[in-house]
């Protein structure tokens, strides 16, 4: 029908329209299949072409090996970066795999056949995006000072990550009008998490938190505390004399000075998504999570996990 009404000198709309197609899509369909020296539109060998790539189309299958799929799927459910997955697939299959091929993996069954016939494995990736997109920056915000001991004349040792003893905190919350939240503090050099219940948003809770969850582990591995200038945080001081630790603020709204502490809390906002009421989180559940995050793979551990640095480390053993 294309080659007849093209030598009744038909125009690509009239044709596109007779055949009940788009007239971009006509357009390419001659364009493609007039050969160099005939310079016309030739059905036989669009045919042909046709029936060639017919064979070739449909989606490209990705982790074909059972057990490598496996493997990739359960690590996925426990919060696992595929990162972390392909840094350990070798070892615990026998076969490696590319963390960009797990991502193809997950996206690629992104259908209705997929979600109804197999499993949509989008949820349990950091973000949860429906589809993958570019990496952005950050904003920069203005430095605004105050009178609290300033993240400025905190030691440089701190950044660096090159010991032991450094830690952020920091409040997770259902909802402004909800007083139950979650306290979180990691230590900077092993990536060691510890999360916890608070009750109300009072100074007195927080430190009460503070102090339980640093009970866990000598003093002196306790040097530094990094925190923002919420109104639960004004308690240092008490902190400074209990426990014999610095507390240092970063400045207002300049949440990345936190970034581990930030990085953890986005982790534990995976189990516990936004909008989760913590008063209806149980204490074996929250457990269940830090557990899961310090038994976690990390790149810059060499991927080794939290649980097993802090103790080459220290050689205090805090994994139960």
């Known amino acids: 029908m294309i080659q007849k009404m093209l030598w009744q000198k ?5 044709i596109a329209r007779a055949l009940g197609r788009n007239s971009s899509s006509l357009s390419r369909e001659i364009k493609r299949n007039k050969p160099t020296e005939r310079h016309r539109y030739t ?5 042909e072409r046709a ?19 496996t493997y990739t799927i359960s690590q996925l459910k426990l919060g696992w970066s595929p990162e972390q997955i392909a840094a350990t697939a070798y ?28 499993e949509d494995l989008r949820p349990y990736l950091a973000r949860r995006r429906k589809r993958r997109i570019r990496k952005g920056l950050r904003k920069s915000y203005r430095i605004q000072k105050g ?38 503090m990691n230590e900077r050099r092993s990536g060691i998490i510890f999360i916890a219940k608070a009750q109300n948003r009072t100074m007195t809770e927080a430190n009460r938190i503070t102090k339980e969850m640093l009970r866990v582990i000598p003093k ?14 004004m308690g240092y001081e008490e902190l400074e004399k209990d426990l014999g630790i610095h507390c240092f603020f970063a400045h207002a709204y300049h ?3 936190r970034g581990s502490n930030e990085n953890g809390n986005g982790l534990i906002r995976r189990f516990f998504p936004k909008g989760t009421d913590f008063r209806t989180v149980s204490n074996e559940e929250i457990k269940k999570v830090e557990y899961l995050l310090n038994t976690r793979p990390r790149k810059r551990l060499d991927w080794k996990t939290p649980y097993e640095v802090f103790y080459e480390l220290t050689g205090v053993a805090l994994q139960s």
């Open 91 to 118: 070892e615990a299959t026998g076969m490696t795999i590319s963390h960009e091929a797990i991502y193809q993996y997950v996206y690629s069954r992104v259908n209705l056949y997929d979600v109804i016939l197999g």
């Open 51 to 69: 029936l060639r790539y017919r064979k070739l189309r449909g989606r490209k299958k990705r982790l074909k090996n059972e057990l490598l799929r």
């Open 10 to 14: 038909s125009s690509i709309r009239d």
């Open 255 to 257: 949440s990345w000075e």
């Open 43 to 47: 059905p036989r060998l669009a045919h």
């Open 220 to 233: 002196r591995l306790a040097k530094t505390l990094t925190r923002d200038r919420g109104s639960e945080n």
């Open 147 to 184: 009178p609290l001991p300033s993240i400025d004349t905190r030691p440089i040792e701190v950044e660096e990550r090159q010991r032991i003893g450094h830690w952020e905190d920091d409040s997770i919350v259902y909802s402004l009008t909800c007083p139950v939240r979650l306290r979180t």
